[in-house]
């Protein structure tokens, strides 16, 4: 070959490191090549993990407390023991998560927990197996929908960063279209067969979700890591976890706003039968309702987010949940509960979505882990709405319940605003 094709050759065949690092359709391209369709494969584990949740949720108390014969009190205990043992579960695989070289693992394993604890309330009807299950497995089972989303970031952060933050939004929202159908199906199954039949239903897309990260793991090119952020020399290790204090007060807020919404959800179904005179199926249409509403509000808040700042959609956000549950307790019917559920749809809407952006930025550079406080949040909310529930409903006074939780979501929106006065209003311009 003569000397000149062989040095153009060279230099076609072998790049410079800073050539290649100016090269970003390389990262695509690189992403396209995976032998299986990553994007659809997590629409579908999104998916399998709102039927998880929404088969069983809105059924949790009618269970334990109508079926199994627990006291409210009794009931609250072990929701309450699980939400304690959950926050120190979550924060350990959180933490694990950033140094595993495979985050699939982690979502596979906390999956097949899934399977193990609504498998056996199925199998096993009895308040013992739903203790166990509820307080020492579902505290695993519940990490895998918070990994789940830390798998989402990361790996879109690698292959496709400037479409990172959207792709977390547009998966959380078919996490909503399962709200959508499966509540209303649920309601009709629990109706016609037996109210454990959700519990099978959870079980299996459990299952699911572990034969989407077992295909997974079968394509190297999904096995994707953050690198650890490098910590200031002479800072402690500890500076690596700091939270800001704003950050810190709008994970408060959020908590207590959640915290009221889990109150709401767990007196929801027994004020719906008891007071409104609806029916189990009511329940179900409530919840799919709901979640109808909320799908097309998480696209108004998708546009939102680029105008106005994250702390005062979360803030106002638990105002509209006040607004609904206080006027919620007032109400005497079941129909006159459907026309206000477009409240319900925004709030929650934004509760469960722009919640996921705004804590997965807490502690840079460590998304795992910054995921986990998403999975912290939440079972702290249950362990503060379970232990409300406990206290307010012994009674079987739904409505006095109601009024609390509207209260304590005012509260939360007020601990966000205040921790973050400078952050409230529109998006501020970049800086030069």
């Known amino acids: 070959m003569p000397q000149r094709s062989r040095r153009w050759l060279g230099r076609w065949t072998a790049p410079s490191a800073q050539a290649r690092s100016r090269r970003p359709w390389r990262r695509d391209a690189m992403a396209s090549e995976s032998r299986l369709p990553v994007t659809a494969l997590l629409g579908a584990n999104m998916f399998f993990s709102g039927v998880s949740y929404a088969a069983t949720i809105p059924y949790a108390s009618l269970v334990g407390v109508d079926t199994l014969g627990m006291s409210p009190g009794f009931f609250a205990t072990v929701m309450s023991a699980g939400a304690i043992f959950g926050t120190f579960v979550s924060l350990g695989l959180g933490y694990l998560s950033d140094k595993l070289p495979d985050r699939r693992l982690l979502v596979l394993l906390t999956a097949l927990t899934g399977i193990l604890a609504h498998g056996m309330i199925y199998l096993w009807p009895t308040q013992a197996s739903f203790t166990i299950a509820m307080a020492l497995i579902m505290p695993f089972s519940g990490a895998a929908y918070g990994q789940s ?17 959207f792709m977390v939004q547009a998966l959380r929202t078919v996490f909503t279209l399962a709200w959508i159908v499966v509540p209303p199906l649920a309601g009709w199954v629990a109706a016609e067969f037996s109210i454990f039949d959700v519990f099978l239903a959870s079980a299996i897309a459990y ?32 500076s690596a976890f700091e939270l800001r204090p704003g950050t810190l007060a709008g994970i408060t807020g959020l908590i207590v706003m959640t915290g009221a919404m889990r109150l709401m959800t767990l007196t929801m179904a027994l004020f719906i039968v008891s007071d409104l005179g609806g029916t189990v199926t009511d329940v179900g249409l409530y919840a799919g309702i709901t979640a109808a509403t909320e799908a097309p509000l998480m696209l ?25 549950i206080g006027l919620t307790s007032q109400l005497e019917s079941v129909p006159a509960l459907f026309w206000l559920l477009a409240l319900n749809g925004l709030g929650t809407a934004a509760l469960m979505s722009v919640n996921i952006s705004y804590v997965q930025d807490a502690i840079k550079g460590r998304v795992g882990l910054s995921t986990s406080l ?57 800086q030069a």
Do not use: C
């Not at 798998?151 to 990172?164: C, D, G, I, Q, T």
């Not at 912290?376 to 406990?390: C, E, P, S």
């Open 149 to 165: 989303f830390g798998y989402v970031r990361v790996y879109y952060l690698k292959h496709r960063p400037e479409r990172a933050d």
């Open 207 to 238: 299952a699911g979700i572990a034969a989407v990260f077992a295909l997974l793991m079968a394509d190297p090119k999904a096995a994707v890591q953050m690198p650890a952020p490098v910590r200031v020399k002479g800072a402690s290790l500890l």
């Open 300 to 324: 108004l808040l998708a546009w939102l987010t680029t105008r106005v700042t994250k702390e005062t959609l979360l803030a106002g956000a638990g105002l509209v949940m006040a607004v609904f």
């Open 374 to 430: 998403m999975d912290v949040v939440a079972i702290a909310a249950n362990l503060l709405g379970a232990g409300a529930f406990g206290v307010l409903a012994s009674g079987g006074d739904y409505r006095f319940a109601l009024i609390v939780a509207a209260a304590v979501s005012v509260l939360g929106a007020a601990i966000m605003a205040a921790g973050n006065l400078g952050r409230l209003g529109g998006l501020k311009p970049a």
